[in-house]
């Protein structure tokens, strides 16, 4: 099993496809490291997220939704206490349509901006085409040159997206590190969650309050905690 210590003012970088993403991954780790080692957290949303919802992409339609979507972001983050957030405008579950460079440039811009040491991303096999994107644009845009500043790469699994991936694909999530956080953490995972509007679900639906806790369990049970969340560490460069 990998180990990574995460020191006082971490600076960790945070790439989703869609507006619940950051929560559903790392909700109550984030919660557990802002709190308790005063990290630094940027999120970045590439994605609008629900107008995959039409036949046709058409933003005019989906107009208050879309605002309401924007504001439930900022209510989510009230619950977990990030520091900063920068939203785009990709097309939901559309990200394949997108030229990937485009996406990267996001990216680049905003790890430049920020100059993080940590970046947490999806899990480059999840079924989702928006988080496989992601995952490819963030290995992109922190190519192992010699100047690269990001030390290291963990991506984490998304409730509806990364367990549906077929266990006999060799692409399945295989996590290797894992964050045990309080029953505290939980709960304003699941307070973030619930302030997605037009995301949160009931059970036994994955992204329900009752299954987040169970899967939080699950993977405690795995290592030996109360609850824990689970991840998989991609790159690590020891300095």
């Given at each position: 099993m990998a180990r990574l210590s995460f020191l006082n003012d971490t600076k960790i970088l945070l790439v989703v496809a869609h507006p619940d993403d950051e929560l559903l991954g790392l909700g109550a780790t984030m919660h557990k490291l802002i709190n308790s080692y005063n990290v630094n957290v940027h999120v970045v949303i590439l994605g609008e997220g629900i107008t995959s919802r039409s036949d046709s992409r058409n933003t005019d339609l989906w107009q208050n939704e879309l605002v309401t979507h924007k504001k439930n972001i900022?209510?989510?983050?009230k619950a977990i206490g990030y520091q900063s957030l920068s939203i785009y405008d990709f097309p939901d579950n559309r990200f394949d349509t997108i030229a990937l460079l485009d996406i990267i440039k996001v990216i680049e811009k905003e790890k430049n901006s920020f100059q993080p040491d940590i970046i947490f991303?999806?899990?480059?096999?999840?079924?989702?085409?928006?988080?496989q994107r992601t995952f490819e644009a963030v290995m992109t845009a922190c190519r192992p040159m010699a100047q690269e500043t990001v030390k290291t790469i963990i991506t984490f699994e998304t409730p509806s997206g990364t367990e549906w991936r077929s266990p006999t694909d060799p692409r399945y999530f295989l996590p290797n590190f894992f964050v045990s956080v309080s029953e505290a953490d939980i709960e304003a995972k699941i307070t973030g969650m619930e302030s997605y509007e037009f995301e949160r679900r009931t059970y036994p639906h994955p992204r329900s309050p009752e299954a987040l806790r169970i899967q939080a369990k699950r993977w405690g049970i795995a290592v030996g905690a109360q609850f824990a969340e689970a991840f998989c560490i991609v790159r690590s460069i020891s300095v």
């Open positions: 900022t209510n989510a983050q991303t999806h899990h480059g096999g999840d079924l989702n085409i928006d988080h």
